[in-house]
């Protein structure tokens, strides 16, 4: 009598392999698409500060030997921290550095999201505000996902602190305070000078102020009756910081506490791009710059 | 010329989520209670079951032996 040959049991992903999969799918696409956006203009986007540190600092030059400008404001020297990990990305190309960059930061918060268990969260890489984070290589994907994996959190204030720092009070752990005090004091024994001197050239600095930008921005205070919920501190600190474009505000996907809620400001999103495309780029109210040269 | 408060718009739908949240956690709002979200529970750097696992009423709920529905039943009459 014949028996009957045993059936493998199929095996079954684990809800971690799931979300680690999703991650590495969605970083590879949006590093793919950021790759393809920096054929049209050849550098890094805002990620080349971090090489021109790194690269500097290797060289022995100094990186805060020039002239700003509107479009040549300088980040603080422990940016350095990210330009060494991605330099030899850089060997072929800055725009390959850049494109690892922007498909790492979006593979770590999408992993990050997906383990928080709210899934719906992922609406975010849904929104013009994330497309132009992506298009110009920007940190704030990294600085949203440090609000779940808040070790990055005060690094990260270190290097972008008008943009971070709102997230990082709301995610202050030991481990993450001794990472950015020790990178902060490499950064110092390298060059005591640089806080100073890379103050000294922020006047350029094109930037608004929700607070005083919108009108009746002041209403943005009744936040402040709520203080002891951490998404209202987190508003708080965006509308009294500076910022300089749409893409420096993915932090605010972080407030709604719903699918709903989450699907309403994805699409409210959208309606300053339908009625004034360039406005809402909004990087420069004033005048023309490169974020304005966007292509169709 | 686009107007430069075009882009903040976004925080005042955010100001509408914390203003409501803020409202329901006070029972002033109708409709169901708050239920607080994954993340405003987080001790910072947590993932929700590690949270729980950590947490006293976690730790209580996951030793507990698994409740019998029928011996856990009211016997009326």
């Known amino acids: 009598m014949r028996r009957p040959f045993p059936q493998p049991t199929p095996r079954r992903l684990t809800a971690r392999q799931i979300d680690i999969g999703m991650a590495i799918a969605l970083g590879l696409f949006t590093g793919g698409l950021c790759w393809l956006r920096l054929r049209y203009v050849p ?51 800055d725009a390959l550095a850049g494109s690892l960059f922007i498909g790492a930061s979006s593979g770590v918060l999408a992993y990050a999201i ?14 013009p505000v994330y497309v132009y984070a992506l298009a110009y290589v920007q940190w704030s994907p990294l ?27 709301n995610r202050l752990t030991r481990p993450g305070l001794l ?17 100073w001197r890379w103050l000294g050239m922020l006047g350029e600095y094109q930037r608004m102020i929700a607070l005083f930008t919108l ?18 501190r987190l508003l708080l600190g965006m509308a009294v910081l500076p910022f300089r474009g749409s893409y420096d505000l993915l932090a605010l996907w972080l407030i709604p506490r719903s699918a709903w809620e989450m699907a309403t400001l994805v699409a409210l999103s959208w ?26 | 010329m686009q107007p430069a408060w075009s882009v903040p718009l976004l925080f005042i739908p955010c100001l509408i989520f914390v203003i409501l949240h803020g409202m329901r956690q006070r029972g002033h709002a109708p409709g169901r209670l708050a239920r607080p979200s994954a993340g405003s529970m987080a001790e910072p750097g947590a993932w929700p079951e590690e949270r729980r696992r950590s947490s006293p009423q976690g730790v209580a709920a996951a030793e507990q032996p698994p409740r019998n529905a029928e011996t856990d039943a009211t016997i009326v009459g």
């Open chain 1, 143 to 169: 600085i949203v996902a440090s609000w779940f994996i808040p070790v990055l959190a005060p690094l990260l204030a270190l290097i972008k602190p008008h943009i971070a720092l709102p997230v990082a009070l």
């Open chain 1, 179 to 195: 990472l950015a005090a020790a990178v902060l004091a490499i950064s110092l024994l390298l060059d005591p000078t640089w806080p």
């Open chain 1, 43 to 93: 550098d890094a986007g805002d990620f080349r500060w971090a090489l021109h540190t790194a690269r500097s600092l290797l060289a022995g030059d100094d990186p805060y030997a020039f002239q700003p400008s509107p479009l040549l404001v300088p980040y603080p020297l422990p940016i350095a921290v990210f330009g060494f990990l991605f330099l030899p990305f850089s060997l072929v190309s």
């Open chain 1, 114 to 127: 997906a383990r928080s268990g709210e899934r719906w969260r992922l609406l975010m890489f849904a929104t």
């Open chain 1, 215 to 232: 009108p009746a921005g002041w209403m943005l205070l009744i936040a402040l009756r709520y203080w002891r919920d951490e998404r209202a």
């Open chain 1, 271 to 296: 309606l300053p791009l339908a009625i004034e495309r360039q406005g809402f780029l909004g990087c420069n109210p004033h005048g023309q710059c490169r974020c304005c040269s966007f292509p169709a």
